[in-house]
């Protein structure tokens, strides 16, 4: 899928669980569901790091160029060093590590080890880069002049500053889920988890299918490709996705926004 319909179902996903907290007795505070949304729907794009034309890898000038280059050096280097027998020979590494289920846990879990062990500035860090990908993706980037990216920053910076200190706030979330001792902040990889995997189901639907499952082998392929049926699939981009996922997801973010904040 295209970078609008994977930041749009990860925030839909984040607010189906704040949905689900709420049905089930245990309200999410509101800054937890607003932030994890929009974390989610940042981290939605963050397995496309390996290929250079995506808009992870093009959101912060020459870092994410230069951190795009090493990652999908790494995946082609995973990727050749555990292919199966029945796995294709690759050229690069999109598609590979960083579309599977492993990945999206490695990042999660490092985004909580820094947050807690980190500090305040960590999680700005954390909430800054996900405040950016989340209005590059929702606003999509393809759509917008090259020269608005310094204000996208900007806007990211601030947003991340004033969700941190709602977030500060006694009983606004910072302990949300994770309650002992020096474990404040410890949910943020959470929703980056949910993002990630949200996205390798994304790209599972489309024709290419998605190696969600590696290292497990399946078949005589450790990195097989999984997906529905062929004739459910359709191309990334197309009138599917378009018109009938995007508003699915908004829809279904809608309701569920309404439902976790006990609206309805």
């Known amino acids: 899928m295209m970078g609008p319909a994977h930041s749009l179902s ?3 996903a984040w607010l189906g669980v704040g949905a689900a907290a709420t049905a ?3 309200p999410m505070p509101w800054p937890v569901l607003v932030v994890g949304a929009l974390i989610s729907a940042g981290a939605a794009l963050a397995p496309d790091l390996d290929h250079k034309a995506a808009t992870i890898s093009n959101a912060f000038g020459p870092l994410s160029h230069g951190l795009c280059a090493l990652v999908d050096a790494l995946a082609a280097v995973v990727y050749r060093a555990t292919r199966g027998k029945g796995d294709p020979r690759k050229g690069g590494g999109h598609r590979t590590l960083t579309h599977t289920g492993v990945w ?3 990042l999660g879990a490092g985004a909580s080890a820094l947050a807690i062990y980190g500090g305040r500035w ?3 860090g954390i909430l800054f880069v996900h405040m950016v990908l989340a209005i590059e993706g929702l606003l999509w980037r393809a759509s917008r002049p090259s020269s608005s990216t310094v204000l996208v920053w900007l806007l990211g910076a601030a ?5 941190a200190q709602i977030l500060a706030e006694p009983g606004n979330g910072s302990d949300w889920l994770f309650t002992d001792p020096g474990q404040n902040y410890m949910w943020l990889g959470l929703p980056i988890v949910l993002g990630a995997l949200i996205h390798d189901i994304g790209d599972a639907i489309t024709v290419s299918g998605c190696p969600i499952f590696w290292p497990i ?3 005589r392929k450790h990195w097989r490709h999984v997906g529905p049926p062929k004739f459910m699939r359709f191309r990334a981009g197309s009138w ?3 018109k009938v996922l995007m508003p699915v997801f908004m829809l279904a973010g809608g309701v569920s926004c309404v439902f976790a904040l006990g609206l309805i």
């Open 217 to 219: 082998p399946l078949g």
């Open 240 to 242: 599917v996705e378009l």
């Open 10 to 12: 990860g925030a839909a």
């Open 24 to 26: 089930y007795g245990h």
């Open 159 to 163: 947003g991340a500053w004033i969700l």
């Open 104 to 106: 999206a846990v490695l």
């Open 122 to 124: 960590a999680v700005l």
